[in-house]
């Protein structure tokens, strides 16, 4: 049966002439003596007749070619497209390299940023030079910062650092431009005010020059527009200001407690000098960096001495530096606005709060980032305020000003008559300050009663007593209803002639009367 | 030795200036019009092939298209080592492997037909191409392509095995297995067919 097969298999092969000769001769030898296979080869050459006239030719396609041609087209323009994907698989490769080097080296980036973290705090820490030779700091300007908190960084183009306190204690400065330029001369009207002698200021200066290379090492600037601010110049104009305040307390004690609340009479030169030493032992290498970029607390040493060696070459330098110090110095300060953005992903650790403005930048230090040296230093929040007031007052004392409007209506009384016979009263605000200064010890005594006495409300106004405002407002409304009170009596003093006259006249007449009437 | 093998087989004998391997010649020269003249001698060979192959006319077209891209695109590679047709018509198999074979996959998620549709239509159908085409149809590809190739495209053993990429032994068996199991499917119609 095999073999059979095998036979049939050869059939097939023969009736499609593929066989070899060999085959061939093999298979139709057994055709001839087989007529199962003759059979078997009719069948096979009928079943290739059936298959080969079973297909017509499938139709013409028309349009074959040119479908060909506009998808070779096609096709050829998507090679192209192909290419465009080449920039973003070596990226894509690119990007999958970058990760494999972050998993075998996770510190890499930390790594670059740091580096270029210092490198950029080396860049900032280039030619740091004191504020006070750049500036051309005077000892007006010193006095100024003491008692106003202002410390000019550029006087061309009027700006200024400025010190405080916010509300919840903690210290901030301010880069800006002055408000408004501060009335000039504040020293010489302070030391006017006290009444000093020629030795007096000349003290008074000395004490201030003094400072002035402290305060060199705790502002530097350089060419970059960094300013390096060590946080101990909060202390150091306090230091200043107590200076210059025992000084004056110790030399014009009368014109000086007539101005000075109560509370700041209690420095003495022995607490002064203490502070002082205090001061000068305390080496705080930590500065605040605020540059035209960043804000950043960085260990800086400044050395003084090294820097007074080379003093006299930037002496020379300086004259270049001061030529072009309009340019250098200004401050400006970069905003980026990303950054508010990206705040809710980014996980920093706050160290300033910064504010910006267009012509004003607020750094806010927070305790835990730069540790401000404690100093037992009084409280002279509003100090300013009083020796702008009791300076101001000095220029006050004038030949009499001309009569004053008071209220809303012209009150100009003019009377000859009456036991209170003044030609002419003026009522000048500027006047009853002065009243109210002259009576100043006056009050101190009333103070210090009632502070004896311990009583509540009064402790409560010493705990402000810085705040002497508040005491000046009491103490004017006193003097307001006072003057009220007088010119009521004036107003009735001024009346009574008339109605004295009735008022006999009344009493003759009713008197008549009654005489009638009985 | 294996470099002047080489050399001859990249120099072929060109019989005349109008045979298949003179227009690859100029094709590849850059001349690629020629190509259109190689589209026109063997588009309806072609398109035939597939007809018949998946025993239906759908997607001939469609797939004679591809056909023709795929020689456009790899016809400068082309190596003279055998016949253009044999080259063309195996890539003409491959992409109705590849068709068939994509229809069987899709067919796993269409519904289930009737088993035996082709001895239905016999019986319903006289026309006896029609039963012999569908009787052909019924046969897998592996028996039917070759069966094809040689009784309605007249192609060699040779040719089929080039075509197929398998040996000459396997195509005579195929051919020889495809007519056994055409002879069993027509059985019952013999003597309408006069077998």
Redesign the interface.
Known sequence: MKKNKTD??LL??YI?G?LSPAEKKYIEDKIKSSLELQKELS??K???E?????????P??PF??T???A??NA?SQSKFNIKKWIPISSLTLVTLALMAVLKFNPNLLDNLIKEQQSNLVGFYKENLQPLLYAADLTNEDIFNFAVYQELPLDKTNNQILKLGYDPKGSEFFEIKKANQINDADNLKKFVTALNFDENEIKNIDSIIGSYSEQISALVLVNDKNAMAINPNIWNTRKLILADILAFAEKHASYDFNKMMPTQVMKLDDHSVAKWVNEAKAMKDNQYIFCTSDSIFKEDFVFDMTEYEKNLEEMTENLAELNEQKAVLREYHFKIDTNVSKQKKNLNWTKQFEVSVDSNLIKVSIQNFVVDIPEMDLPNFDSIAIVIHEATQNIQSVRPPSPPMTVGNNSYNYEYKTGPKKKTKTDINLDSLMNIKNMQNSKIRIEQKESEKKGSKENSIQFFYGDSLIIMQNQELKKEMDKLRKELQKFREDFQDPQQKNNDTIKKDSSSDVEIIEI | MDYEQKENMQQPKILSLDDDFSLIKQFIDGDELVFSELLKRHKDKVRNIIYLTLSNTDGVDDIAQEVFITVYRHLKNFRFESQFTTWLYRITINKCKDHLRKKNIRSIFLPLKDEEPVFESINEDTDIKHIVRNAIATLPDKLRIPLVLKDLEGFSYQEIADTMECEIGTVKSRIFRAREALKKILKPLEKELML
């Open positions: 049939i298999e097939s092969a499609d593929e069948d096979l009928k079943l290739k059936l298959t080969s006239s079973s297909v017509d030719l499938i013409e396609s074959f070619e479908r060909l041609f998808n070779l096709k």
